[in-house]
């Protein structure tokens, strides 16, 4: 079984029960999973939240884009590679596992957010909370493949050196939950591989062996002391870019003129916004 590759256990949820519930009820369970490991967690509209020890904060979304909800998991003869004729959802089911099972050795700060997929709403809403805990740097794990780092619009050079000393290459990136929580808190931050490919299709897949491994090198990473790494953007002022100082992403772009133009033609609901080989989820919402 698949479940073999895997080194950990997790307290109240099943393994592969993290890929088959609803976004509600996996808010839900994530709740009594947190407990489990001594935490506090605050649920709030939008994203959960739990202060830890230790001064860094791991990040993961809540929601996949696959409509139907995962009914039969199916895996790879040697076990290492998991997926679902419904759509495995491993963007981003395997960074919520891959998360707790972090924190059963490292006691971070965690934030699960809803509904990263419609443009970061969870964050956006956590962005609007007076939760701002005091951390070093943020962890994502919302990255398909085994072994990159995205560091979105976030250019400090020492924090990506410190990240890419654990084996990761530096990769390029459109969006996640880090692009809104890091600038909001003025903090360096990462976007780690969780080993999902094909992400937003429904031949997804998930390495597990990948997965495995990734879990130890970001705990490696997070039991590693350093001090704090700011924020460094890319385009923090309005000679390079930005407007009047604020991060310029997907999400936050606006129209100069007075009047947004008209669009050219109506979208279909099937209708898909990619960038690249990424597909960022339903195109009306855009």
């Known amino acids: 079984m698949g479940q073999q590759v895997l080194q950990g256990q997790l307290h109240t949820l099943e393994f592969e029960q993290i890929f088959q519930l609803s976004q509600g009820n996996l808010k839900e369970a994530l709740v009594g999973e947190l407990k489990a490991l001594d935490y506090k967690p605050k ?41 679902s004729p419904e759509g495995i959802g491993g963007d981003d089911r395997a960074g919520v596992y891959m998360i707790l099972r972090i924190l059963q050795e490292a006691k971070c700060h965690v934030l ?18 007076s ?11 919302d990255r398909h493949g085994g072994n990159d780092a995205v560091f979105y619009n976030c250019n400090n050079r020492e924090f990506i050196r410190f990240i890419c000393s654990f084996g990761f290459g530096e990769a390029r990136g459109s969006f996640s939950d880090i692009s ?23 031949h997804e897949y998930v390495r597990l062996d990948q997965m495995e491994e990734n879990i130890s090198r970001v705990r490696e990473i997070v039991l590693t002391s350093t001090e704090r790494f700011a924020y ?34 109506e979208l279909s609901d099937n209708a898909r916004l990619m960038m690249g080989s990424h597909e960022m989820g339903g195109g009306r919402s855009h």
């Open 131 to 141: 939760i701002r805990p005091e951390v070093n740097y943020l962890v994502e794990l």
């Open 112 to 129: 699960f957010c809803e509904d990263e997929e419609i443009g970061g709403q969870g964050a956006r809403k956590f962005e609007r909370s």
């Open 180 to 202: 809104i929580v890091a600038p909001h808190l003025d903090v360096a931050a990462v976007n780690i591989s969780a080993g999902y490919y094909n992400e937003h299709r429904q």
């Open 232 to 265: 460094r953007g890319l385009y923090s002022s309005p000679s390079v870019g930005g407007f009047g100082g604020e991060e310029l992403t997907l999400w936050n772009m606006r129209f100069s003129s007075r009047k947004e133009p008209k669009p050219l033609m």
């Open 43 to 83: 649920s709030r509209k939008g994203y959960l939240y739990a202060s830890g020890e230790l001064p860094v904060m791991l990040i993961a979304h809540m929601d996949t884009v696959h409509r139907q909800l995962v009914q039969h998991i199916c895996y790879s003869e040697d076990g290492r590679v998991m997926m």
